[in-house]
């Protein structure tokens, strides 16, 4: 193996931090190509290079064919899309304990139920089990987001002139 000089190093170091995708990938198979037997091992320790990158950038060299980077398949789904009719059963819970705001000031609804509560009539109601189930949390973001707003409904206060005229009914 020829082992590379410093300033190659460093050249070679900053290129692939630089680069992105397939274009990195094919630059490190072929510094490992240049550096030849044992070329791959070297840069992973010296260079902190991964070893499976690597492959793929080989596999993408000797084919010519770009590897593509799937990200938007990766990470966690939405609730919704495992279970499709979730939203239309919360809201068909929540819509009969929901009320408008008073002052009509706001177009939300306010409801009095809580997102645990939701989340028990789900399972009593329309036969969800609760490993299927998302947290309460998540119930929460999607009961906002269908334009519910989990506050307490304010009680009525009574008025002062009537708190006095009790007061003298009282002695």
């Known amino acids: 193996m020829k082992e ?9 170091i900053e290129t692939a931090r630089v680069l992105k995708g ?6 490190m198979a072929r510094v490992v190509k240049v550096l030849g037997y044992g070329g791959q091992y070297y840069v992973e320790r010296n260079f ?8 793929k950038g080989q596999k993408e060299l000797e084919t010519g064919e770009d590897i593509v980077d799937n990200f938007s398949a990766r990470g ?3 609730v ?7 939203l239309i059963d919360i809201k068909s819970i929540v819509d009969g304990e929901s009320q408008t705001d008073p002052t009509f000031k706001t177009t939300e609804l306010f409801t009095r139920m809580t997102s645990k509560e939701v989340r028990n009539q789900l399972i009593a109601q329309k036969g969800y089990s609760d490993e299927e189930l998302p947290t309460e949390e998540t ?6 987001e269908l334009g519910y707003s989990l506050k307490k409904v ?4 009574p008025k002062k002139k009537f708190q006095k005229q009790m007061k003298y009914l009282k002695t």
């Open 4 to 12: 590379p000089t410093k300033a190659e190093k460093e050249i070679y």
């Open 22 to 27: 397939t274009n990195r990938r094919v630059f």
């Open 48 to 55: 902190h290079w991964n070893h499976e990158t690597i492959k």
């Open 76 to 78: 966690i789904k939405r």
């Open 80 to 86: 919704e899309e495992r279970l499709p009719n979730l």
């Open 139 to 144: 119930i929460r973001k999607r009961l906002n």
């Open 154 to 157: 304010a009680k009525v206060k």
